[in-house]
């Protein structure tokens, strides 16, 4: 199953609706701070809703515990970035898959750039920057999900 982590994230009603998102598909989130908010249930609240208790996070005291942690696992590192021509639609994601969101305002630093195992793009119309960062983790989470079959099966479903 892919995770998905945060690098530093600025917004904490982007978190909240991807800890949502991840609670509805069953996806850990792995937290990288500092964060540009306190991690708290006020501050989640409102775009989590009451998804907030049944999604499963982790926090990680800055991206050196995150990598650690990561590389402990022998998990691949995928980066979305608007620096790379690779669409993600086009790349052969695994289960273990961790796809790395950068912070809202400035992305990734340079070096966790180019400590990253995959670096992947959405493509966009001419003359666009980028799209809100849960919405390109929705996109790409769900391709990860799909090519890995491991969308969440319902009781009943085979």
Same mark, same amino acid.
């Given at each position: 199953m892919p995770d998905i982590a945060l690098y530093q994230p600025d917004i904490p009603q982007n978190?909240?609706?991807?800890l949502r998102l991840a609670a509805c598909l069953n996806v850990t989130v792995h937290i990288i701070e500092p964060a540009g908010f306190p991690i708290s249930d006020s501050a989640l609240k409102r775009a989590g809703m009451d998804y907030l208790e049944r999604a499963a996070m982790k926090r990680h005291i800055?991206?050196?515990?995150? %990598?650690?942690? @990561? !590389? %402990?696992?022998? @998990? !691949?590192?995928?980066?979305?970035?608007?620096?790379?021509d690779l669409a993600y639609t086009d790349f052969e994601y695994q289960p273990g898959d961790i796809l790395l969101m950068g912070r809202e305002s400035t992305g990734v630093p340079k070096d966790i750039h180019?400590?990253?195992?995959?670096?992947?793009?959405?493509?966009?119309?001419?003359?666009?920057r980028s799209l809100n960062v849960a919405v390109s983790t929705g996109?790409?989470?769900?391709?990860?999900?799909?090519?890995?079959?491991?969308?969440?099966?319902?009781?009943?479903?085979?």
């Open positions: 978190t909240g609706t991807i800055n991206f050196e515990a995150f %990598d650690s942690w @990561r !590389r %402990d696992q022998n @998990r !691949r590192l995928l980066l979305l970035t608007t620096k790379t180019a400590l990253a195992d995959g670096r992947l793009t959405i493509p966009m119309a001419d003359g666009m996109m790409v989470l769900g391709e990860a999900l799909r090519q890995t079959q491991a969308f969440p099966k319902r009781a009943g479903q085979s």
